[in-house]
């Protein structure tokens, strides 16, 4: 039998002097004994989001196990939207708060080098603003998933859609945002998507969604620019 303790239970396991018995204190102040003999595996596990008890949530937002070899797990949504056919918010590479003007002029690190990868750091709109594990692919990351998904464009609520299945049989939607550039988007046929690797002093690395056989993770964009960010969460 397996037994799987969540941390629900205070974390403390007994087990008699003479090994044939396991006590588990609850936080009730009850206690739960088994037999050893019963006893295959003990887990701990992480504790589910209470918000969305039934679903895959991590610190309050939702994710999609799309089986990777590396084990990573995407966000359903980006970050600034609701569901996952939205835009949601724009960012410049390294800042974490959306504006209205993305130039040379009110970029925050323009000419500076605040990294090579700032996947996790104080830099990183998706962990910033989500906290927890929550932050930006890398440019491994992206193209790993980019490329062990089957793709094509769909539109939902008059939203195009990059939808990419997975092997598993589960699917991402990515939305098409385009880019801003100083005050206004391009056009939103497109979707460009910021990697957390910095290419050079004014570019980083990010993925461009054209149609389903058309997506490239190996393009860079100036820093400055007003782009999307999918987070993933690293577990």
Not at 211 to 217: A, L
Request: aromatic letters at 14%; glycine letters at 8%.
């Amino acid at each position: 039998m397996k037994l799987l303790v969540s941390f629900v239970a205070t974390m403390i396991v007994t087990i008699s002097a003479m090994g044939q018995t396991m006590t588990l204190k609850m936080k009730s102040g009850s206690y739960v004994t088994y037999s050893t003999e019963e006893v295959e595996e003990v887990t701990f596990a992480e504790k589910l989001d209470e918000s969305n008890p039934s679903g895959n949530y991590y610190n309050g937002h939702e994710y999609v196990d799309l089986g990777l070899p590396s084990g990573k797990l995407w966000a359903t949504c980006n970050i600034g939207a609701t569901s996952p056919e939205m835009i949601g918010d724009y960012f410049a590479w390294g800042e974490t708060n959306t504006k209205e003007e993305y130039s040379k002029d009110t970029y925050n690190y323009y000419g500076k080098n605040i990294g090579e990868n700032i996947s996790g750091t104080e830099y990183d709109a998706a962990h910033v603003q989500w906290g927890g594990e929550w932050c930006m692919p890398t440019y491994s990351e992206f193209s790993e998933m980019t490329a062990k998904c089957t793709w094509k464009v769909s539109f939902i609520n008059g939203n195009k859609c990059f939808v990419g299945t997975a092997q598993n049989g589960n699917s991402i939607t990515i939305p098409a945002c385009g880019w801003i550039n100083v005050y206004n988007n391009n056009s939103a046929e497109d979707g460009a998507y910021w990697c957390s690797n910095s290419s050079d002093t004014y570019n980083a690395s990010m993925v461009w969604l054209i149609k389903p056989t058309g997506i490239y993770c190996s393009q860079i964009n100036p820093k400055r620019l007003g782009q999307c960010i999918r987070a993933i969460y690293r577990k």
